[in-house]
T-cell receptor, first 115, second 113 residues
Framework: NAGVTQTPKFRVLKTGQSMTLLCAQDMNHEYMYWYRQDPGMGLRLIHYSVGEGTTAKGEVPDGYNVSRLKKQNFLLGLESAAPSQTSVYFC??????????????FGPGTRLTVT | LAKTTQPISMDSYEGQEVNITCSHN???????ITWYQQFPSQGPRFIIQ???TKVTNEVASLFIPADRKSSTLSLPRVSLSDTAVYYCLVGDIEDTGRRALTFGSGTRLQVQP
C-alpha cells in the first residue's frame, strides 16, 4: 500500500514549455486534489475531482488543466509554463463522500522551477 | 469560502502544553474542522478532526465552542519533533453540492530544548 505517489519529484522547465504531473493513489478514494504551495505560504487548491471523469476548479485554477480518466490517477497539466508557476505541488486524496469530513492523504510533493 | 485566521508563529519549550487557536467566523452548519501538521519538504499530515465540543486522540485534543466560530488545537507535552507548521482547515459545501477547501495560513510552531 503506497498511499499517494507523485511523479516526478523535481522538474525544471523553461518558460513556455509544457508538462504533466502525475498523481496516483491506491486507497480507492473518490476525491482527489491538486494544491500548490509557494515558499512560506499555505496550500492553495488548484483543481479537484469528486470522482472518475469529473473535475472542478479550486481557488487558483488559471494556467492549469486536469484530467481524471481513471479513479486512481489525477493528472495536472501546465500547457505553457510561466515563472509564476514555480512552486511545490501536492496531490491529495480523500475517502468516499459518505460523511462530511476533510481527512486528506497527501503525496510527497513535486518541486517545479520555471526559468 | 470559509476563511480561517491563525497566529503566524508560536514558540514553546519541551514538555509544555501548546494551544493553537483558529478563527473561522463563516463556518457552515455541516462543516468539520480539521487540523494538519507539515514538516519541511513533506506533504501535510492529518492530526485531528471535530465538529463540536471536544475530541481527543493519541496525539492531540481539539476544543470547539458551541458557536463553532473558532477551534483550539492542544498539543500536550510537546517535544522537539513537534516543530512544524500547523494548518486549520474548514470546508464549504458550494451551491452545486461540490466541496471547496480552504487551508489557513498556518502557524509555525518552534519548540526549544
Amino acid at each position: 500500500n503506497a498511499g499517494v505517489t507523485q511523479t516526478p519529484k523535481f522538474r525544471v522547465l523553461k518558460t513556455g514549455q509544457s508538462m504533466t504531473l502525475l498523481c496516483a493513489q491506491d486507497m480507492n478514494h473518490e476525491y482527489m486534489y491538486w494544491y500548490r504551495q509557494d515558499p512560506g505560504m499555505g496550500l492553495r487548491l488548484i483543481h479537484y475531482s469528486v470522482g472518475e471523469g469529473t473535475t472542478a476548479k479550486g481557488e487558483v485554477p488559471d494556467g492549469y488543466n486536469v484530467s481524471r480518466l481513471k479513479k486512481q490517477n489525477f493528472l495536472l497539466g501546465l500547457e505553457s509554463a510561466a515563472p509564476s508557476q514555480t512552486s511545490v505541488y501536492f496531490c491529495a486524496s480523500s475517502p468516499p463522500p459518505d460523511r462530511i469530513s476533510y481527512e486528506q492523504y497527501f503525496g510527497p510533493g513535486t518541486r517545479l522551477t520555471v526559468t | 469560502l470559509a476563511k480561517t485566521t491563525q497566529p503566524i508563529s508560536m514558540d514553546s519549550y519541551e514538555g509544555q502544553e501548546v494551544n493553537i487557536t483558529c478563527s473561522h467566523n463563516n463556518i457552515a452548519t455541516n462543516d468539520y474542522i480539521t487540523w494538519y501538521q507539515q514538516f519541511p519538504s513533506q506533504g501535510p499530515r492529518f492530526i485531528i478532526q471535530g465538529y463540536k465540543t471536544k475530541v481527543t486522540n493519541e496525539v492531540a485534543s481539539l476544543f470547539i465552542p458551541a458557536d463553532r466560530k473558532s477551534s483550539t488545537l492542544s498539543l500536550p507535552r510537546v517535544s522537539l519533533s513537534d516543530t512544524a507548521v500547523y494548518y486549520c482547515l474548514v470546508g464549504d459545501i458550494e451551491d452545486t453540492g461540490r466541496r471547496a477547501l480552504t487551508f489557513g495560513s498556518g502557524t509555525r510552531l518552534q519548540v526549544q530544548p
